[in-house]
């Protein structure tokens, strides 16, 4: 399994960014796609996934600014990051999970850098 993902940056507070990511190799028909992020002492957390049933769920303080969906082409996701905080600032990963439940094992992209200045 491999993960590419692009997007990222440096945005000014209340700004936009979006984040794609594209899964290839052997990928499950039933999945889960999202994006995790982490900071420096920080436990990797959720920012929001979306299964192959078009079936979200969103980390805390994410709901209502950032919006994840399937990409147009098979096995990408999309998230759009609206009205960033610097709070936000943190490297970005992309999840790949075979079973749409997020029980199966995890796989991960490489990490884009977030960067929200004040």
């Known amino acids: 399994v491999q993960l590419q993902a692009s997007g990222g940056g440096l945005v000014q507070a209340g700004g936009s960014l979006r984040l794609s990511c594209v899964a290839s190799g052997g990928i499950s028909s039933l999945n889960r796609l999202g994006w995790y992020r982490e900071t420096p002492g920080k436990q990797r957390e959720l920012v929001a996934a979306?299964?192959?049933?078009?079936?979200?769920v969103y980390g805390n303080s994410m709901t209502g600014r950032f919006t994840i969906s399937r990409g147009n082409r098979k096995n990408t996701v999309d998230l759009q990051m609206n009205s960033l905080e610097p709070e936000d600032t943190a490297v970005y990963f992309c999840?790949?999970?075979?079973?749409?439940?997020?029980?199966?094992?995890?796989?991960w992209g490489q990490g884009t850098q977030v960067t929200v200045s004040s």
């Open positions: 979306i299964t192959t049933y078009g079936n979200t």
């Open positions: 999840n790949y999970n075979p079973d749409h439940t997020g029980r199966g094992r995890n796989y």
